[in-house]
């Protein structure tokens, strides 16, 4: 069965740290990755996602991960981060090629706190 | 604005009964989804619908019921037969089956008594 792998479940930075927040994920057929973020007081929302192509993606407001398929890792990256990036992160996954793409399996989520 | 309705927000109901958790798109999606949440464990998928009419099992469909009569409006049902309901309940929408959940409602808090 997929499963989502987050491992960092609370972070804490100053504001101007750089940011990496882990997602593995355990599937052995085609899939497609995302990270959802729920900023505080707001609905879950879709940061970035990857289909194919360039295993580099970007996603809104400065965010960026890269698809490694050796290492079956998405992980999520931002250079500096900001007092208004403290959110809760999701990485999720879904069968490419699946009967229900759609079908997302999610991490546990990170917990990122920003400390101005 | 579009978007995804849940009601109520916070939900007390006592254990045995069973109890309809409210979801409402006015984005005119097909496809509605069901998620639960619990803490250290992300959203697990209860049920989703692809279309009118039509409904499948998620990942922990055990002691849960919904129906899709009308494209709008997707309820869960909590019957007595889940053997641990209190958790936070997600629905979720999207455009259309094929793609992944695209807006998500604020949550309904269900605990049990």
């Known amino acids: 069965a997929q499963s989502v792998s987050q491992h960092n479940h609370h972070v804490i930075l100053s504001e101007a740290a750089s940011l990496e927040l882990g997602c593995n994920y355990s599937?052995?057929?085609?899939?497609?990755l995302f990270w959802y973020v729920q900023y505080p007081g707001q609905h879950l929302q879709l940061l970035l996602k990857y289909f194919s192509g360039d295993p580099l993606v970007k996603g809104i407001k400065g965010f960026e991960a890269e698809f490694i398929k050796s290492k079956f890792s998405f992980n999520l990256r931002k250079p500096s981060v900001q007092w208004s990036d403290t959110a809760e992160y999701f990485c999720a996954v879904n069968d490419r090629y699946g009967g229900a793409t759609n079908k997302l399996i999610f991490g546990t989520g990170t917990l990122l706190a920003v400390q101005p | 604005d579009g978007g995804i309705t849940q009601s109520p927000k916070y939900l007390f109901r006592k254990e045995g009964q069973n109890v309809t958790l409210s979801c409402e798109q006015n984005l005119n999606h097909d496809a509605m989804y069901w998620y639960r949440q619990d803490p250290g464990q992300g959203l697990r998928l209860i049920y989703y619908s692809q279309i009118v009419n039509d409904f499948q099992k998620g990942d922990i469909a055990e002691g849960y019921s919904v129906s899709r009569e009308k494209k709008e409006s997707f309820p869960l049902t909590v019957t007595s037969a889940q053997k641990n309901p209190t958790a936070f309940y997600l629905c979720a929408s999207s455009i259309s089956q094929g793609i992944q959940p695209q807006h998500f409602g604020d949550g309904t808090r269900l605990s049990i008594l």
């Open positions: 599937y052995g057929g085609t899939v497609n």
